[in-house]
Each structure stands twice: as C-alpha cells, then as structure tokens.
Nanobody, 122 residues
C-alpha cells in the first residue's frame, strides 16, 4: 500500500519559516521525482517545487524561487520543503506527490499525500 505522509504545516506570521516533510512508503517503483504542489479553494493545484531521483536537479515555481528549497533523502524515501520568508500569498494546502513524467503537471503524478495546511498571516 502506497503512503505519502506529510507533516510540518501550521500557522505563522509573514517573514517566518516552515519546513514540510514527506515520507513515502510502499512505492512500486525505485526511481521517481518527488514534488510539492499547493492549492487554495476555487483554484487549480499549483506546482511549487520538485526534485529528481538523484537529487541533482531541482525545479521551482517562479513565485517561490530564492525562498523555498526542496531536498530529499533517497535512503529514507523522504523529501523536505524548507520555506523561508513566507508571504500571505503562500497560504494554501500543500501536497506531496510522486511521479515519473513531466515535472510541473499534476496529472503526471502517480501518488499524492493527504495535504498539510500552511497559513501565513500578515
């Protein structure tokens, strides 16, 4: 049974930091990209960041470049999203995802976590 367990969301003030974690288990394949997406009510799910299997390549949405950092521990099948200088517009439900195709396309991801809420107050 595939599980993606997310943790680390919460309520913070603008300018603060949060770290989100995603631990994968039961995946039926060995090589995959791990990514974070976010979504607010009434809007489509939005790509935030991704990291390749090797960890050598990372990708970021323009809105988070320079503020967010994605990393992974391959042995532990875990990915972390360090979010610094948070802004109120970063408020959303954040989802961890695992896939093997296009980086920023939600439909190309095979498995999803349940989501963790991030709220940034001004």
């Amino acid at each position: 049974q595939v599980q993606l367990d997310e943790s680390g969301g919460g309520l913070v003030q603008a300018g603060s930091s949060l770290r989100l974690s995603c631990a994968a288990s039961g995946l039926p394949f060995n090589s995959y990209t791990m990514a974070w997406f976010r979504q607010t009510p009434g809007k489509e799910r939005e790509f935030v960041a991704a990291i390749t299997w090797s960890g050598l390549r990372t990708f970021y949405a323009d809105s988070v470049k320079g503020r967010f950092t994605i990393s992974r521990d391959i042995a532990k099948e875990k990915a972390t999203l360090q979010m610094n200088s948070l802004k109120p517009e970063d408020t959303a439900d954040y989802y961890c995802a695992v896939g093997r195709r296009r980086i920023g396309i939600p439909a190309d991801y095979d498995y999803w976590g349940q989501g963790t809420q991030v709220t940034v107050s001004s």
